[in-house]
């Protein structure tokens, strides 16, 4: 087979139950069944509603969570990196120390992080407050500060958790621009997003998951359009339910 068309990884009837507070009471399975494969090179697009699971399963693809059933299979070679705006950072650290740590965990040298580090701050710009700790940036400047990384790493995996259409006009240039760069040598992509145009844009595939359960994958426009046609059901009940309520 050749190494554009290889499975990268393969996710068989993975479920992820979060443990509640509370000692007692049962914990949450937020993936229930999920089976999907990615390919080398590939761009995939996960969509589901809200609490769908699509940020629990980039988790998983980048080894912060364990599944509690099935299995996920993972050269143990290849590198991801998680770009989100909740994680991927340590919040005490400042954005410079950050880069370094990203670098490391990405299996890049100190020597080789510190020759990187001017180039991945000028793609950050977000001026002094680079030398400050992540937990005093906003929003747009983690986003900033995560694709500085990724532009410049190129982990084997690259994960989005929603971070396109972030920030200001300038950088929603600069970022798509890159992703777009990114597809088109070749990177493996997992993007999470609720953008139609984005997701039919750069997608080769999408996964959509719903309650934990992959129900259907394939081509961005079929896929889509079953779940959108799910989404109006659900509207049209609840306003239905809404109207003999009243
Ligand atoms: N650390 C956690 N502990 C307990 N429950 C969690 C935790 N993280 C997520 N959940 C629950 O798991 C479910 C799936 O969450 P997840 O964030 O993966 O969904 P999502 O599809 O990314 O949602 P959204 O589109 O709203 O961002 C939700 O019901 C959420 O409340």
């Known amino acids: 087979m050749s190494q ?3 499975i990268l990884v393969s996710v068989e009837n993975v479920g992820i139950c979060y443990q509640r507070m509370l000692r007692r ?6 993936l ?9 090179g590939e761009t995939i697009g996960i969509i589901g509603g809200n609490g769908a699971g699509k940020s629990t399963l980039l988790r998983l693809l980048a080894g912060i969570i364990s599944p509690d059933k099935g299995q996920i299979s993972i050269p143990p070679s290849i590198r991801t990196q998680l770009l989100a705006l909740q994680v991927g950072f340590d919040r005490d650290l400042s954005g410079r120390d950050n880069i370094i740590y990203s ?3 990405l299996g890049k040298s100190r020597k080789e992080m510190h020759g990187l580090l ?3 701050i000028a793609f950050a710009d977000i001026g002094e407050f680079i030398h400050e700790n992540v937990r005093t940036y906003s929003t747009g400047m983690c986003a900033r500060l995560g694709f500085a990384i990724s532009s410049n790493l190129s982990p084997d995996i690259l994960l989005i958790d929603e971070v396109l259409g972030v920030g200001d006009s300038a950088f929603k240039e600069k970022s798509s621009t890159l992703l777009k760069e990114r597809i088109a040598s070749d990177q493996t992509v997992v993007l999470v997003s609720h953008q139609h145009d984005t997701l039919q844009e750069l997608c080769d595939r ?8 992959s129900l259907q994958q394939g081509d961005p426009e079929t896929v889509y359009a079953a779940y959108t046609a799910s ?5 049209s009940a609840s306003n239905s339910a809404n109207t003999s309520n009243a």
Not at 25 to 30: D, F, K, L
Not at 206 to 213: C, P, Q, S, Y
Not at 231 to 235: G, H, L, Q, V
């Open 4 to 6: 554009e068309n290889s």
């Open 25 to 30: 009471s049962a914990g949450y399975w937020a």
């Open 32 to 40: 229930k069944d999920v089976s999907f494969t990615i390919k080398r």
């Open 103 to 105: 670098g490391m965990l």
């Open 118 to 120: 001017d180039e991945i």
């Open 206 to 213: 999408l996964v959509w998951i719903e309650d934990g359960v």
């Open 231 to 235: 989404m109006n059901e659900k509207i």
